[in-house]
């Protein structure tokens, strides 16, 4: 907003065009930029004449960039790991609707993001002539950008009346929506790649030596080496536990001893305590307690015995019993803890917070329950959802004003690391009951 109408220009032109000529669109899409553009013509500080020429202008050049790019390194570059490992499938799609339908790759290609960015690229790479490149790809570009110019046009008309409206909530509603297509994204990238997630926690248990440790340990922890290895049956949940409860651990001593120092919590709790009190409604407060009841005594209540009861309908008494108890204990050891033994040590605010240890304890607990009764992919989208419900939780309780953010950690540590130890003690005290396995006969089977 502070920027003079020249410079405006040329930022916009400059990542309309490395959008298509360096892949920068797969970091900074180029149609934010050109919306923002709608938004600052719609505010009267850049003309709309203009800005509709630089953005045609820029994205062909950026698309010419990158079509000669292709022409010249295509085959090579498109063979290259990293890319196909990431981009593979876009690519390969691409590739082939490119040999089909050339013409309208270059035209569909702009609606997507990924398909706009390579299109060029692989148009180049496949021989295709620049003139009849050029000529699909003026036209769909003009389309684009005066799509996306009257989009941020209408965004910013109603800016003011968005602000009048929303507040703060609007800025907390877009921090949601970010992190519901962060945790979407790596949902589905872990959905897509289980046996490189596998190899990911083998090596990390041999990179930390815990798979060593625990083979040395003998017969009363025989079921940890077994159970780390995630190509078992129901072994990858205990490993997330197992990682997750030692994650936990850390971050406890961690928050704990920066209690000491008052100086370090003022630098990250105080000033977010203040500003929060400064920029919340009425009503987004009494939204954010009202939903955390939920997650708070005797609220918590309601939601535990409803799903320990499914829980018992779909895998026993046994599973329920789990689920509540780490469910339920999780919020009262966070309880008991802020009221007894670390009261006031950051004054007005729970510290750990009880609703965020009670969610982690939940998203523990929930996703290794899924990850037993369902396949990969399901387990992985409920872990997403229950991830993305625990973000919920923590961002509510900042604007409640029950946190700050060291109690909002320590109670994230607290609800893994209990709801881990929860999940992991059946196994140890049953694997411990277990006869040892005989030893394999090394005599070969002809011998007599």
């Known amino acids: 907003m502070e920027l003079s109408p020249l410079t405006i220009y040329a930022v916009l032109g400059v990542l309309c065009w490395a959008e298509a000529a360096f892949f920068l669109g797969f970091v900074t899409p180029g149609e934010l930029a050109v919306v923002i553009g709608?938004?600052?013509?719609?505010?009267?500080?850049?003309?709309?004449?203009?800005?509709?020429?630089?953005?045609v202008s820029a994205t062909v050049m950026g698309n010419t960039t990158g079509f000669y790019l292709g022409r010249r390194w295509?085959?090579?570059?498109?063979?290259?790991?990293?890319?196909?490992r990431f981009f593979g499938p876009s690519i390969r799609?691409?590739?082939?609707?490119?040999?089909?339908?050339?013409e309208w790759a270059i035209v569909l290609g702009r609606v997507s993001t990924p398909t706009r960015i390579i299109v060029p690229f692989l148009a180049g790479a496949s021989e295709m002539p620049y003139r009849r490149f050029l000529l699909f790809d003026v036209p769909a570009s003009v389309v684009w950008a005066i799509t996306f110019i009257t989009l941020g046009v209408l965004l910013g008309a109603s800016w003011d009346v968005l602000k009048d409206v929303t507040g703060t909530a609007a800025l907390l509603l877009l921090i949601l929506f970010i992190m519901a297509l962060v945790i979407r994204w790596v949902a589905a990238r872990i959905a897509a790649n289980r046996r490189r997630v596998e190899e990911v926690f083998l090596i990390a248990l041999q990179?930390?030596?815990?798979?060593?440790?625990?083979?040395?340990?003998?017969?009363?922890?025989?079921?940890?080496?077994?159970?780390l290895n995630p190509s078992l049956a129901h072994g990858l949940s205990l490993t997330l536990s197992f990682l997750a409860l030692l994650g936990a651990a850390g971050a406890i001593g961690l928050v704990l001893s920066q209690t000491r120092a008052v100086a370090g919590l003022a630098l990250i709790d105080f000033p977010v305590l203040e500003w929060m009190g400064d920029v919340r409604t009425d009503?987004?407060?009494?939204?954010?307690?009202?939903?955390?009841?939920?997650?708070?005594?005797?609220?918590?209540?309601?939601?535990?015995?409803?799903?320990?009861?499914?829980?018992?309908?779909?895998?026993?008494w046994g599973a329920a019993l789990r689920i509540g108890v780490g469910f339920l204990g999780a919020a009262v050891g966070a309880y008991f803890l802020?009221?007894?033994?670390?009261?006031?040590?950051?004054?007005?605010?729970?510290?750990?917070?009880?609703?965020?240890?009670?969610?982690?304890?939940?998203?523990?607990?929930?996703?290794?329950?899924?990850?037993?009764?369902?396949?990969?992919?399901?387990?992985?989208?409920?872990?997403?959802?229950?991830?993305?419900?625990?973000?919920?939780?923590?961002?509510?309780?900042?604007v409640a004003g029950w946190a700050a953010p060291s109690g909002i950690v320590l109670g994230l540590a607290l609800g893994i690391a209990w709801s881990s130890i929860v999940e992991l003690v059946p196994h140890v005290l049953g694997s411990a009951r277990l006869p040892p396995a005989p030893e394999p006969d090394s005599r070969d089977a002809s011998d007599p």
């Open 207 to 227: 990179v930390t030596g815990f798979s060593g440790v625990a083979r040395t340990l003998g017969p009363g922890l025989h079921w940890l080496s077994r159970r």
């Open 38 to 55: 709608g938004i600052l013509a719609s505010s009267g500080q850049i003309e709309m004449g203009p800005l509709l020429g630089v953005v």
């Open 283 to 316: 009503q987004a407060v009494a939204v954010a307690r009202g939903g955390l009841q939920a997650f708070h005594w005797p609220g918590i209540l309601a939601v535990a015995l409803p799903l320990m009861a499914f829980v018992f309908w779909r895998a026993g």
């Open 338 to 398: 802020d009221r007894f033994v670390l009261e006031g040590v950051v004054p007005n605010a729970e510290f750990p917070s009880v609703p965020v240890a009670a969610a982690a304890a939940l998203l523990i607990q929930t996703t290794a329950f899924t990850f037993r009764m369902s396949n990969w992919g399901g387990a992985v989208v409920y872990a997403g959802i229950a991830t993305f419900v625990f973000f919920t939780v923590a961002l509510s309780t900042l």
């Open 74 to 84: 295509g085959t090579r570059m498109l063979q290259w790991s990293p890319l196909q």
């Open 93 to 102: 799609r691409v590739q082939g609707f490119m040999q089909r339908r050339g």
